[in-house]
Every structure is written in structure tokens, then in C-alpha cells.
């Protein structure tokens, strides 16, 4: 068989589209498994970090980075309210319940930077440099997000296995009841880890405007599939929902690249309905 | 209890005065109540949809502004589809049933167009498309009750490839058999609609279409698309596509090293040139984008006398009420769209069939006939008949071929009308051009 250097380019750019997909499964993850809420409108929140980094950057003039840290910090305090304000009143209620609020939310958060922002497509106008190695082309922005995913996801690990808080997130995850009655603070628990999921879509946020533009809708292109990629992986399980982003991202990339780029969306969501038969509790979920 | 005597006496005489003014005051608000659909929101507004919005507002405007028509009143309603065609479908029902609108008017999205229409024809309702451009509205449908004076997208496709084949030999230095082109294109039935055009003409040409693929337009990557591009080595890449696609489009493309000498885009996003080089910068200089002109780049001494003034009418008030330096497109199709059917459509109906019922509103509809140069973005209006293919599309209507060169957009084809000779192939300068 003859080397197909496109090829390879394909399975490169899918490894690394992979990544962005990681990073933003990463928080939806975190949250579910702690506090057992979908965040049905995690990708809105990524919207909003990705306003405050273009007004940041493009119309007040802050260094790029300052504000990707400003956006982190801001969006892990909108996951901080979203808790306080909308996930805490009705923790007790079903989940339906629960995914119709942050459904809510979802339409809630687009109207708002509809009205805010208007419906304008807008960027921040940064060309990065290209990337280029044996005349195989790679998205810097890429690099960058993939980098981000897995330091976030060691950083994250370490987090939970390393720090007392970490421990205690962990515990609440087991067994929420049996902590509340061991004199664990399960609501400090529940608002640290919305602040941290905040604060990872901010990151996610940071990445993502450095390759789309930013509108009301964004969200639309990455709420439904980061959403199928956490379910995949088993909702809850973080190690689970980066191994599916990959798998994901490989079924679009190389699917894509043999048949037509539509396909590897139809191949992709045929893997997921399969998958969902045979394995229920997702790729590295736990039965239950 | 007794009610006063002068109370009472006041009343009556306040109800009688009631009685006999509320005819006149019917009489002097006499109202055609038109339904206006545009997404305001979700990812087409960004992308035209919510200019033509405003500038078929501006159109109403200025209509109620001078008096109205024929002692009628314009009275719109908009609503907003929010990009989705369920939703266009449920406002488009909602205005006729319980807002009992006379009429429909505007529509941005083909994904729209096409079921709405449908629908409304056969409820025997008389919808205006205004922006929208795929054949498939219209094709082999018979409807007879919906209009468009806008250009329809088998034009698109073939515009853009007569164009092509006009420079190939002249520019490219390439016989057209050996022409490698590549379509790629939104998958609803706009991007559908241009791309089998295009397809269709290429092929007649005798053009090598090297590679035909839509693509949904909120993909999140197109990269995998990039790479078969690369692999397919097109001289001439034919574009269609809505906003959010075609910058992911062009970032991907300079990342992934795709290289080409021509490339067109057919409206939408393409017509938003402000936005591409907000982005792109000089990236973007020298694409092609076909679409009806916009109405301030055509030479008012070419058009019936008045128009001139009108579209700096329309300029003025978009850049006020948008504050943007250009006006695209779309703001002339919305406002040059309805503009047509009030002033030209609407007092015939009323005059000479009786009304703005819809089947009046459909007789003089079909007794349109402005010819060329009676419109401000230059094109004449007469709808094929009834039992005609395309029944209710406009026959006189003509996109052009338009070229981004620094910032300003010029037009390139036909040569007849064109105020640039076109630059092709892509200037060395460009991140895209073939080395």
C-alpha cells in the first residue's frame, strides 16, 4: 500500500480536533459526576467565555492571555451562579426537571448576548502562525487546544487525588447522602466544582475563539456533540469522555476524508446509537 | 342607582359620537397587514438575514412616510424564524391565522422558503419571497400564489461558472478540459441548489469537476474537506455557503496550506464582506462573490430616473440604523423586494382587482412588467405564468459576478456592465495562491 501523506494529515488533524472536543466534555464531566446535573447549556457558557475574551482583547486592548485568565476566572464565576441560582433550588427534584432548567438556561443565555451583543459574527482577528512539517499542514490553535486538554485533564486528576478538597469532591461523588451526614458541606462542595467546571469551559473558551467566530449561536455547533461524547464515555467519567472525544473526532476525521465529510458525522452518530445499545453505561461508565 | 341626568346625557352623547366616528376613523386606517419573516436571531441573522429585515423595514417606512398607497396604510408585523424552519413554519401560520395578516413577505433561508411556500400556496395565501434564491421554491411545483423577484440559484451556478469559463482561457492559460474545479457547499437546499448548477454547467463546459461535497453549515471542522481539496489540486474552487462555515472555511484553509487561483462564493456569507475582512484582512482580497448587486455599486444613470435617489435613501437610513460603513446585499434585496411589490403590486391590486385579497394580490402579481433598469438593483420584474417550470419566479432577474479588490467591491461580469477587469489568478501576496 502506497504512504498517503493526506491520510496521516487527516488522522493528525482529527487527533487534534479530538482535543478541542476533550476540553469541552472535560467540565460537563466533572459536573455530572459530582453534582449528577447536566449542564444542558455548557456550550453557552463557553459562548459567554468567548465574548468577554473578544471584548477583552479586540475592544479594551488586553493581552491575550490576561484575558483568556480573566475569562477563566469570570465564566468559573457564572458556573458558580449557575449553581447558586438555578442547580440549588431544585437539587432534590427529578432530573427532568433539572435538564429543563438548564435547557432554560441554554435559551436564557442565547437571547441574552443576542441582546447584548446582537447577532453579528465577530472575531478577534488574530492569524496565528502555520504550522508546517513534511508538507503536512496543523492548526497552531489546535496545538494550543490539545496541550490545554491534557494539561487540563492531569491537572484535574492531580486536583482530585492530591488536595483535601479534591478528596472531598471525590467522596461527595461516591455518596452524597452518607457525606452529608458525616459533617461534609455538600453545598460548598457543589458550588466548588460548578466554579471549577466554570472555569474549564472559560479555558475551553480561551482556545475555541482563536478558531471561530463568536455569535449568540456558537454553542450550537459544540453543545450537542460534547454532550454525545460525555454520554459515550460514560457520564461522570472524566478519563471515559477523553477517550470518546478521540474516538469521535477519528469517526468524523477519517470518515470524512474516505467518504463525504457528512458522512463521518452520520458514521460517528451510527457508532454512538450502537454503543448505546451495547453499552449503556458508556465506553468507561460504571453500571449502575 | 340612578345615574345623574347630565352624566347620563354626557354618556349617550359620547357613545353616539363613538358610533358615528369610528367609521371614519376605520376609514382613514385603512391597513394592509403584511407578515414579515427574517431571522433576527440564531446564525443566519448575522449572516444577511437580519439586513434584509431592516431594510424591508426601511422599505415600509418610507412607504407609510409618504402617504401609504392608495389610501392604505402599511402595517407590518415581523417575526423572527431564529434560523429555524420549524420555527419560520409556525410564525408563517401564526401571522396568517391569528395575527389575519393579508400577506407574508421576506424570507432569508432557501430551508425555509421552500416548506413555508409550499404551505402557504396551498392555504390559497399570497407570500413575497424576498431574499431567498433556491430553484427548488418554485421548480416543477406549479404554485400560484407565491412571487419572488429575486434571482433563483440554477442562475447562481451558472453565473459563476460562465464567468470561469470566460477567464480560463484568457487568465488561466488553461484550455477548459483541462480546468480542475471543485464545489463545495452548504448541504440545505441553498448550497444544494447553487452546487448542482454549478455542477451541471461545469460538466457542459466540459470542466473537470474534480470534487462535489456539501457539508452542514454548523460543522465544527472542515479540515478533513481541506485535506481532499489539497489532494484534488483544484485551479478554481465554486463556494457556497452561510456565515459561520465560511470563516471556519478560510481559517482552516491558510492553516492547512490549501492553495488555488480562483475562488467564487455565491451570497450569503460571501456577500457580508465587511465581516470577511474584519477577520481575513488582506487574506480575502481578490475573492469572487456572485449574487443580485448590491443597489450603491450600479451607475444610477444606467436605471430609470429616481432610483438613484431612492437606494440613497436606503443607503443613508441602513447606515443609520446599523452603523456599519457598508451595505451589503442583502439590505438591497430586502428593501428593493418589497419596495417592487408595494409600489408596483399593491396599487394594481387594489385599483384594478378589487382589493388585497389574494387573489387579487396574485392577478396583479402576474401583471407585473418593469423592464430592466427599472428597478434600483437593476433588474427588470415579470413572473413566469402559471403552468410554466418555474411559476411565480421573476424572469428578468440576473445575479453578477462581484470582486473584493482592497476593500471595495467591484464588478466583474457580465463585461458588459463590469467596473474592474477581474484579477485572476490569485496575486502571489495571497496565503491561498498556487504556487
Known amino acids: ?288 | 342607582m340612578k345615574i345623574p341626568h347630565i352624566r347620563r346625557l354626557a354618556l349617550a352623547s359620547m357613545a353616539t359620537l363613538a358610533l358615528v366616528a369610528l367609521p371614519i376613523a376605520a376609514q382613514a386606517e385603512k391597513e394592509v397587514k403584511v407578515g414579515v419573516i427574517f431571522d433576527y436571531s440564531g446564525p443566519l441573522a448575522g449572516g444577511g438575514s437580519e439586513a434584509g429585515g431592516v431594510a424591508t423595514k426601511i422599505a415600509v417606512d418610507l412607504v407609510n412616510e409618504r402617504g401609504g398607497i392608495e389610501g392604505y396604510k402599511i402595517n407590518a408585523i415581523y417575526a423572527d424564524a431564529q434560523s429555524k424552519p420549524d420555527i419560520a413554519i409556525n410564525e408563517a401560520e401564526r401571522l396568517l391565522n391569528q395575527e389575519k395578516v393579508d400577506l407574508l413577505l421576506g424570507f432569508y433561508s432557501s430551508a425555509q422558503c421552500v416548506p413555508v411556500a409550499a404551505k402557504v400556496d396551498a392555504l390559497k395565501q399570497f407570500m413575497w419571497a424576498n431574499i431567498c434564491i433556491s430553484s427548488a421554491v418554485f421548480k416543477d411545483r406549479n404554485l400560484k400564489y407565491v412571487f419572488r423577484p429575486q434571482v433563483h440559484s440554477d442562475q447562481y451556478g451558472v453565473a459563476s461558472v460562465q464567468f470561469v469559463s470566460e477567464v480560463a482561457k484568457e487568465k488561466l492559460d488553461t484550455p477548459l478540459a483541462d480546468l480542475r474545479v471543485a464545489i463545495i457547499h452548504e448541504d440545505g437546499p441553498y448550497g444544494s441548489g447553487v452546487a448542482s448548477g454549478n455542477d451541471k454547467a461545469a460538466k457542459e463546459k466540459g470542466m473537470k469537476v474534480v470534487l462535489n461535497e456539501g457539508y452542514a453549515a454548523t460543522a465544527p471542522d472542515l479540515s478533513s474537506l481541506i485535506t481532499k481539496l489539497k489532494r484534488a489540486k483544484p485551479d478554481v474552487i465554486l463556494h457556497t455557503g452561510y456565515n459561520p462555515d465560511i470563516t471556519l472555511f478560510f481559517r482552516q484553509a491558510r492553516e492547512l496550506g490549501l492553495r488555488f487561483k480562483m475562488l467564487i462564493g455565491h451570497g450569503a456569507g460571501y456577500a457580508q464582506i465587511d465581516k470577511l475582512i474584519d477577520t481575513f484582512g488582506e487574506d480575502v482580497n481578490h475573492v469572487f462573490n456572485v449574487d443580485p448587486v448590491a443597489a450603491q455599486l450600479l451607475d444610477p444613470a444606467t436605471l430609470k430616473p429616481g432610483l438613484g435617489d431612492l437606494t440613497s435613501e436606503l443607503v443613508k437610513r441602513y447606515k443609520l440604523a446599523k452603523g456599519v460603513k457598508e451595505v451589503p446585499p442583502h439590505a438591497s434585496m430586502g428593501f428593493n423586494h418589497t419596495w417592487i411589490f408595494l409600489n408596483d403590486v399593491l396599487p394594481r391590486a387594489i385599483k384594478q382587482h378589487g382589493g388585497i385579497d389574494p387573489e387579487a394580490l396574485r392577478k396583479a402579481a402576474l401583471e407585473t412588467d418593469i423592464p430592466d433598469g427599472g428597478t434600483i438593483q437593476g433588474y427588470g420584474v415579470k413572473f413566469f405564468p402559471a403552468g410554466h417550470q418555474m411559476a411565480g419566479q421573476n424572469e428578468r432577474s440576473t445575479p453578477v459576478v462581484m470582486q473584493y479588490i482592497d476593500g471595495e467591491t467591484k464588478i466583474a461580469w457580465p463585461k458588459a456592465i463590469r467596473t474592474v477587469d477581474p484579477v485572476v489568478p490569485l496575486p502571489a501576496a495571497s496565503p491561498y495562491a498556487a504556487k
Not at chain 1, 447549556?41 to 477583552?56: I, K, P, Q
Not at chain 1, 432534590?92 to 443576542?114: D, E, H, R, V, Y
Not at chain 1, 479534591?166 to 458550588?191: F, K, P
Request: charged content about 10%; overall charge neutral; aromatic content about 14%.
Open chain 1, 1 to 288: 500500500m502506497v504512504f498517503d501523506i493526506y491520510l496521516l494529515e487527516a488522522i493528525i488533524n482529527g487527533l487534534l480536533l479530538g482535543g478541542v472536543l476533550a476540553l469541552l466534555a472535560l467540565g460537563l464531566n466533572l459536573i455530572f459526576g459530582v453534582i449528577d446535573v447536566v449542564w444542558i447549556s455548557y456550550a453557552e457558557l463557553v459562548m459567554a467565555g468567548m465574548y468577554g475574551v473578544y471584548w477583552l482583547y479586540a475592544f479594551f486592548g488586553v493581552p491575550l492571555v490576561l484575558a483568556a485568565l480573566i475569562a477563566i476566572f469570570g465564566v468559573a464565576v457564572l458556573g458558580f451562579l449557575v449553581h447558586y441560582l438555578v442547580i440549588s433550588p431544585i437539587l432534590g427534584k427529578p432530573p427532568i426537571n433539572q435538564l429543563l432548567a438548564t435547557g432554560g438556561l441554554l435559551f436564557f443565555l442565547q437571547s441574552f448576548a443576542t441582546l447584548l451583543f446582537g447577532v453579528e459574527f465577530r472575531n478577534i482577528g488574530l492569524r496565528l502562525p502555520v504550522i508546517e512539517l513534511w508538507d503536512m499542514y496543523f492548526s497552531f490553535a489546535r496545538i494550543l487546544a490539545f496541550a490545554a486538554a491534557l494539561i487540563g485533564m492531569v491537572s484535574l486528576y492531580v486536583f482530585l487525588k492530591r488536595t483535601f478538597m479534591g478528596t472531598a469532591i471525590r467522596a461527595v461523588a461516591q455518596d452524597r447522602e452518607i457525606m452529608a451526614t458525616m459533617g461534609v458541606n455538600t453545598r460548598q462542595v457543589y458550588l466548588i466544582t460548578s466554579a471549577i467546571g466554570g472555569g474549564l469551559a472559560g479555558l475551553a473558551a480561551g482556545l475555541l475563539v482563536l478558531q471561530y467566530d463568536v455569535h449568540p449561536a456558537v454553542g450550537l455547533s459544540f453543545g450537542p456533540i460534547t454532550f454525545m461524547i460525555c454520554v459515550l464515555g460514560g457520564l461522570g467519567n472524566l478519563l471515559g469522555g477523553f477517550v470518546a472525544a478521540f474516538i469521535m473526532s477519528q469517526f468524523i476525521s477519517i470518515g470524512g476524508f474516505y467518504l463525504d465529510l457528512e458522512w463521518g458525522y452520520v458514521i460517528a452518530f451510527v457508532f454512538f446509537i450502537v454503543m448505546m445499545f451495547l453499552r449503556p453505561q458508556g465506553i468507561l461508565g460504571r453500571r449502575g
